[in-house]
């Protein structure tokens, strides 16, 4: 039963939160609230196992999906899971300072803590179930001899990490359980960073250095033109799906967050080893560029530094995709060290991208080496130059984005580089405030039980088991942030606000 709120039903609409009149304002501030309250109340009480959540739920909880079919034990880590959950429960207690919501972060922490594997990082799922639990290496099992594999995989570990370490600070750095698994966290994944600046996509072992000579990106003789198979390349420096990329951003949030002279942080002698492992890895992207005529980057390189298969609609190529991440994480570094090093490998880039367009104006997430021509793949995997017969699974082209990328290039180089080598702090910013017209929609949208319910499928469950209403995650964690903002920007007193400047 849905149930619309009578605060918000007799209100104007207005263009913004803020323009309302001052009764309006008050009214639907505290509508906010309550339905923000009640939100989380019901999905902690009856969504969360043990402070994780999944992707989505049939509106019984009954059927539960993360990427796959998942159980009532299960929670999962990838995003939009369990640290993308209790991101919005802090950006809740950050905009009402209700302890209320620090409470539920400090569960999704500490959930989130019992999936960190031995070799310090996480995997997809988090199993409860005592008997399952058996099959993972999870770190608080000291038998544990089960899957220890942590994955950089669509964002995974690093989600984790980004999350634990502002839950950390949120707590004033005084939960030992919490504290303990970003210190470990942090520590394995340094420990997992190749010679040459690069990770692997998942590891279970840290590499010996003497076996990775550091070598330039360069094309190999020949290559096959059918998938090997597997081959192990989670092994592999990778690119792919932007692993690189958000590791690089989550080193320099830690950087930021440990370097700070916070009471009970002791971690302040790792904020340095993050920082100088993300410019290592800036240089693993210099080295990574490729030779002309193709300056641009691939997905996955072997250990002599050839474009190497990935999956099996994964070939050795230049990627359209992942490279303007690339050029994205290259202007970003050159911001946050000055160094000029990482804008030199930019215009070439660009000018390469440029002239690799495809003609409806986007780029091909594949070039053939050396011929460039676009690469794609049939239904059936079949390695073609055909575009009219693709998997509806994998983004085989991409937006061009060169060209903001390119005004971003011209205004860095116009100014002047940062000397300090300091990590540079975020520079705090009072969010947005929502349209008063969002805020009512999304309470009005709100249920008796304090549910987002919308009409949906599950993705990964059989016709059969099919409901007509779903409980998306990523619905209520935009819902939540959404009120928060809102909620942050019409604060009738200013409440203490949470340190952003790292």
Not at 95 to 109: K, S
Not at 150 to 163: G, K, N, V, Y
Not at 185 to 206: S, T, V
Not at 445 to 459: S, T
């Amino acid at each position: 039963m849905q149930r619309v709120w009578p605060l918000v039903a007799v209100l104007v609409v207005s263009g913004g939160a803020c323009g309302a009149a001052p009764g309006q304002q008050t009214d639907l501030r505290a509508a906010a609230l309550e339905g923000l309250r009640r939100a989380v109340s019901f999905f902690r009480s009856q969504v969360a196992v043990h402070g994780t959540y999944l992707w989505q739920y049939s509106e019984d909880l009954a059927l539960r999906e993360g990427e796959g079919v998942a159980s009532a034990t299960q929670g999962w880590v990838q995003p939009p899971g369990t640290p993308s959950v209790g991101e919005a429960f802090l950006d809740a207690y950050e905009a009402t300072g209700d302890p209320f919501y620090l409470d539920a972060a400090r569960e999704t922490a500490r959930g989130l803590t019992r999936g960190q594997l031995q070799s310090g990082g996480w995997t997809y799922p988090i199993e409860f179930d005592p008997a399952k639990r058996a099959r993972f290496a999870y770190r608080d099992q000291a038998a544990g001899r089960g899957q220890n594999a942590s994955t950089l995989d669509d964002d995974t570990t690093q989600a984790a990490l980004r999350f634990l370490i502002r839950a950390d600070r949120a707590l004033g750095f005084k939960d030992a359980v919490v504290h303990d698994s970003v210190r470990y966290g942090i520590e394995c994944l340094l420990k997992a960073q190749y010679p040459n600046g690069a990770w692997p996509q998942r590891w279970d072992k840290f590499p010996e250095p003497d076996k990775f000579p550091v070598k330039p990106a360069a094309f190999p003789e020949t290559w096959p033109r059918t998938w090997p198979g597997n081959q192990q390349y989670g092994r592999f420096y990778t690119l792919n799906d932007n692993a690189l990329v958000t590791t690089i951003q989550t080193l320099l949030e830690a950087s930021r967050a440990l370097a700070a002279p916070v009471p009970g942080n002791d971690l302040s002698n790792l904020a340095s080893r993050c920082r100088t492992a993300a410019e290592k890895a800036g240089e693993f992207l210099l080295l990574a560029q490729m030779p002309e005529p193709q300056p641009a980057w691939a997905q996955q390189y072997d250990f002599d530094m050839h474009p190497v298969w990935a999956r099996k609609f994964e070939p050795p190529a230049i990627t359209g995709g992942e490279s303007q991440a690339v050029l994205r994480m290259l202007l970003e570094l050159y911001r946050q060290t000055g160094q000029a090093k990482y804008l030199a490998p930019i215009p070439r880039a660009l000018e390469y991208l440029r002239r690799s367009c495809l003609p409806d104006g986007r780029l091909a997430r594949f070039y053939e080496l050396r011929t460039n021509r676009p690469l794609y793949f049939t239904r059936q995997y079949e390695l073609t130059y055909d575009d009219t017969d693709l998997p509806t699974h994998y983004a085989f082209k991409v937006a061009d984005g060169t060209a903001a990328i390119a005004r971003a290039f011209e205004r860095l180089k116009a100014g002047s580089p940062r000397t300090d080598s300091s990590p540079a702090p975020r520079q705090p910013v009072r969010p947005a405030a929502p349209s008063l017209a969002q805020v009512k929609t999304i309470l009005a949208a709100l249920d008796d039980r304090g549910r987002w319910v919308e009409q949906g499928r599950l993705r990964y469950h059989r016709a059969p088991d099919q409901p007509k209403r779903v409980i998306r995650t990523d619905t209520f964690i935009r819902n939540v942030k959404l009120l928060s903002r809102y909620l942050a920007a019409t604060q009738p007193e200013a409440l203490p606000q949470p340190d952003q400047t790292w």
